[in-house]
């Protein structure tokens, strides 16, 4: 919608500023380990089942559930479970050194249809602007994962902390 | 004559029965829809909340649960029937698709009776095109019909925000939310997935006209100051087929109004609101009330206010002794205090709180 | 505003106009149950579930009531629309 109405608002979008303050953002050092859950939670939203289905301990909500869910990067081995548990779609697995030049973003996908394997698609950031291009790599779906499907796309290494989605 | 007749089998009322009935009261159940769930069956995302609240587990999901526990418990359920009164010796009557009124004695009534949602009034509301968000999800959700093709969301709560993403799930081309407060009502993390797929979101932005003839071909949108005043100027034509109006609920309350209840105003809460206490009762004696009828919330919360007044009824009933009954009621509120805990629950606490202080 | 809003329906199912509830309220009606009297606003199917708030909103604006204090219409049995015949037992 292109519309002289202005349309600068931040609304659902978590600035470059803001999302190095959230609990459940890795520090730059541990995106070095491989993949780990990248978790843009920063309201005090009553929930907590990405706490209950880490068998890993590696995210901690604690009492009350009001409390932003906090990463332990040493604990994350990037299994995914928590992406398709999210009642907010907002966890991600990032794995940043993937190759030399590119990077596996994991993301949530709730649309029909699925992209195949190697699909050469439209990369977009948080606020739903086309920044590159990427391939999709995998196509998940995990046990109990009630139709949210996992998605790991690889793109250009300089993307990672902002290609959130993508279109084809 | 029934121990328990509860006028609602959505969320609220669906609880209220499988808690009560367990315990052995005898329950009959209205609904004027079909099957019980009421709008559970709309909502196709995941819950959010803790495992006692099945969080990350979809809306219609915990419906057919729910529907599958009440099959296994004694309630007599009736679907396809309306409500139309209730007179002051507790006779509700009723009538039931394809048959005459009828009516029967209860004991203890429930209402549970959901919300309505607001209508905004602009140039063309009433043209066909024009429908509330959650008329819209059903059309959707329920009976797989694609309301619209090309969709402006006004609203941007958490109803507005969700079933834009529904519609684009659907098939729906999103052309935009827009919203007319300076920030967004619901959470960021729903708009969040509306905004990374493209759509966007229009603050300080209202709907001026919808236009067509008959049905709704465009929309005129216009920015808003912080009083809301529209700024001349700013006017901007958008092609949709669909604008949908998500603009809040309020309780649906026609009975307890009918019933002459003590109502309060509470904004937080939708409007007014029938008083009651902490058992849910009413200021009339053994007319409950929980819900959205009780206070717009959501179905979480929805679900644990059925139970208690479940819990409450059973208790008055004696198939639960005091003991046994504070003990579950101890637990159902501790569940509601954690629901309403965080900047988004911290409001509608405060109003429940100006609701039930009034009653003591 | 009021004067660019006349021609709007508010109540859907009677159509009644701002402008009539307008006229009417200017005239005395300062209630949601005096409206509907003076106007029929709120008699439709729908028995004002749609048209309350348009109404109160209205009152609002030219009165200052809050809407808080305009409780909506009274309310009678049957509150939902009922067959003649399914009443006849």
């Not at chain 2, 009621?329 to 965080?342: A, H, M, P, S, V």
């Amino acid at each position: 919608m292109k519309s002289k109405v202005s349309n600068k608002s931040n609304a659902g979008i978590i600035t470059l500023g803001e999302f190095k303050k959230i609990p459940g953002y890795p520090e730059e050092d541990d995106f070095s380990k491989g993949p780990i859950a990248v978790i843009e939670c920063d309201q005090d939203i009553p929930c907590n089942p990405c706490e209950e289905i880490c068998k890993y301990g590696a995210i901690k909500v604690g009492k009350p559930i009001t409390n932003l869910p906090v990463l332990d990067a040493e604990k994350c081995r990037g299994c995914l479970k928590c992406i398709t548990i999210c009642p907010g779609l907002c966890i991600f697995v990032v794995y940043r050194d993937y190759t030399d030049k590119t990077s596996l973003i994991y993301i949530p996908y709730e649309f029909s249809p699925l992209p195949e394997k190697n699909t050469y698609v439209d990369v977009l950031n948080r606020r739903g602007e086309k920044i590159c291009k990427g391939s999709i790599r995998k196509v998940i779906k995990l046990a109990g994962s009630n139709k949210t499907f996992v998605i790991g796309m690889e793109i250009p290494k300089k993307f990672y902390n902002t290609a959130r989605h993508f279109e084809f | 004559m029934s121990d328990f007749v509860i006028i609602g089998a959505g969320p609220a009322g669906i609880s209220a029965a499988n808690e009560s009935a367990r315990y052995g009261v005898k329950v009959t159940l209205i609904d004027e829809n079909n099957l019980p769930g009421g709008q559970l069956f709309t909502q196709t995302h995941k819950f959010f909340g803790s495992r006692e609240h099945r969080a990350g587990v979809r809306g219609f999901q915990i419906g057919y649960d729910l529907i599958e526990e009440i099959n296994k418990l004694n309630v007599d359920v009736l679907l396809d029937t309306i409500v139309y009164g209730i007179s002051a010796d507790m006779e509700v009557k009723y009538v039931t698709e394809g048959s005459s009124a009828k009516s029967i004695t209860a004991g203890n009534i429930l209402i549970s009776t959901g919300a309505l949602e607001k209508p905004v009034v602009f140039k063309g509301w009433t043209k066909p095109g024009v429908m509330g968000a959650g008329a819209a999800q059903t059309m959707m959700n329920v009976h797989r019909v694609l309301p619209g093709r090309k969709v402006l969301m006004v609203g941007s709560g958490n109803v507005g925000l969700i079933v834009a993403y529904q519609l684009k799930q659907a098939g729906a081309d999103v052309v935009g939310i827009i919203e007319a407060m300076p920030s967004i009502g619901g959470y960021k993390v729903h708009a969040s997935k509306i905004r990374r797929i493209g759509i966007p979101i229009l603050t300080s932005c209202t709907i001026k006209e919808a236009k067509g003839s008959p049905q709704v071909s465009s929309a005129v949108i216009v920015g808003v100051d912080k009083n809301l005043r529209e700024i001349s100027g700013t006017e901007d034509e958008i092609k949709c087929d669909l604008v949908c109006i998500a603009a809040g609920l309020k309780p649906f309350d026609e009975l307890c109004w009918l019933l002459n209840l003590e109502f309060k105003y509470i904004n937080e809460l939708g409007g007014f609101v029938p008083v009651h206490n902490d058992d849910l009762e009413t200021s009339m004696k053994n007319i409950y009330i929980a819900g959205d009828a009780a206070g717009v919330e959501e179905a979480s919360t929805a679900m644990e206010e059925g139970r208690l007044v479940g819990v409450a009824v059973a208790q008055k009933l004696e198939y639960l002794s005091d003991r046994q009954a504070e003990k579950l009621k101890g637990k159902i509120n501790d569940r509601l205090k954690y629901l309403r805990l965080g900047s988004f629950g911290k409001k509608r606490a405060e109003g429940k709180k100006k609701l039930t202080s009034i009653s003591k | 505003m009021a004067d660019k809003r006349t021609s709007i329906i508010v109540c859907r199912c009677e159509e009644i106009t701002d402008e009539e509830v307008r006229k009417a309220v200017k005239e005395g009606a300062t209630s949601v149950d005096a409206v509907k009297r003076v106007t029929r606003a709120g008699m439709g199917l729908c028995q004002s579930k749609i048209c309350y708030l348009n109404i109160a909103k209205i009152i609002h604006e030219e009165t200052g009531i809050p809407v808080s204090k305009l409780i909506p219409m009274k309310h009678r049995i049957p509150v939902r629309p009922v067959k003649i015949g399914d009443l006849d037992n």
